[in-house]
């Protein structure tokens, strides 16, 4: 049976909410699940529910790193903290894959110091899904963007990398094949953005496993066109929480608009099917977490507001993740025995010393 530890003590509804969501999950899915936390304040939580023994097991961390503390200072001070505990059962074999609802930095540090890397990368990348309008009618409505906010900067090479990864991921857990990917830059054009940017276009053109589109503007990205987008972290964590402040925006207009005017109420109520879908494809409980990508073993970071339900649909997501081999087959693309000197060419100076997607300097 696949193991999952789950990071109880993580996320600002912890450990109510990550506790109730282990007990969905434990009841929809063949997996075991261990509670990494403090021992009797899980139990007591657990008493709130019927669940099975069997699939839950809890591991007691006599600490925790709440969402406000530096992560780095967290992760060296606090060796018992659950999310460490969590992250070496991983790294020692007893789990299959780790969830947390922490801070980003803790999970990150924390996978990054117990779980080993998938050989030639040096930096993982986190990855999440979000809606699109789907203009072209893909069997897919979702999109998945890479990175979101695991680095602030990253190398021609490393965004090579992470479409790679972001590519493998959607094929393999959301069934797209042959998924198309494309590199956020300011033009659709080649010579396009900084030299950087160029040279991770000339660099995923020559990829031969990639299905490469080009760029993509801003002003395109929830229109569907591609099924991974690549960018860096910085950027792309701005892109999901616009994206996300604008679909609370658009709900608050909403009920601004249903207390103005009767005939506004009546056409909101004509609308309430679409926008009660709108609603649900917008919804990110309904997508658990977002994977951490790069790493050996499956590693999910689920909202610090997270519910219940997105507590559940994570752990669904890592043992999804598990069953379909999503790490195996990423590390096999990665490292795969195909010649990679047409690219030298293109490297910058950062790069320089590279020799191949997952080679070694």
């Known amino acids: 049976m696949i193991s999952i530890a789950v990071d109880a ?131 897919d409505h979702l999109a998945l963007m890479v990175d979101v906010g695991a680095n602030v900067e990253s190398s021609a090479k490393e965004l090579v990398q992470f479409a790679i990864m972001g590519s493998t991921y959607v094929t393999n857990v959301r069934g797209v094949g042959s998924p198309k990917a494309a590199l956020l830059n300011i033009g659709e054009e080649e010579t396009k953005g900084s030299e950087k940017m160029q040279t991770a276009y000339r660099m995923l053109k020559e990829v031969p496993s990639l299905n490469f589109s080009g760029n993509i503007e801003g002003k395109d990205i929830l229109r569907g066109l591609v099924d991974v987008i690549v960018t860096e972290g910085f950027v792309g964590n701005i892109v999901i929480k616009t994206l996300e402040g604008t679909a609370m925006a658009a709900s608050h207009l909403g009920k601004l608009a249903f207390r103005a005017r009767f005939s506004w109420k009546l056409g909101l109520f004509f609308l309430r099917k679409g926008l009660r879908r709108i609603r649900e494809v917008t919804d990110y409980a ?76």
């Open 9 to 139: 003590m993580g996320g600002d509804n912890a450990p109510r909410e990550i506790v109730h969501g282990a007990v969905l999950a434990s009841k929809a899915n063949p997996v075991r699940i261990f509670l990494v936390g403090d021992e009797s304040t899980i139990k007591d939580e657990l008493k709130q529910h019927d669940y099975s023994s069997d699939s839950l097991e809890i591991i007691h961390a006599s600490d925790c790193i709440s969402m406000d503390e530096s992560p780095k200072r967290a992760v060296t001070n606090k060796p018992n903290a659950s999310v460490l505990v969590a992250a070496s059962m991983v790294s020692n074999g007893k789990a299959d894959a780790f969830v947390s609802a922490g801070s980003t930095g803790s999970v990150v540090l924390s996978a990054a110091k117990y779980i080993s890397r998938i050989p030639g990368v040096k930096r993982p990348a986190i990855a999440t899904v979000y809606p699109t309008l789907n203009e072209f009618k893909r069997d």
């Open 286 to 361: 309904e997508y658990g977490g977002a994977p951490l990508l790069g790493f050996e073993k499956m590693v999910i970071i689920a909202h610090g507001r997270s519910s219940a339900k997105a507590v559940s649909n994570a752990i669904k997501l890592a043992g999804k993740s598990v069953r379909d081999k999503v790490c195996e087959t990423m590390t096999q693309k990665i490292i795969e025995p195909v010649s990679y000197t047409h690219l030298r060419a293109h490297e910058t100076r950062e790069d320089r010393g590279w020799r191949g997607v997952g080679g070694k300097k």
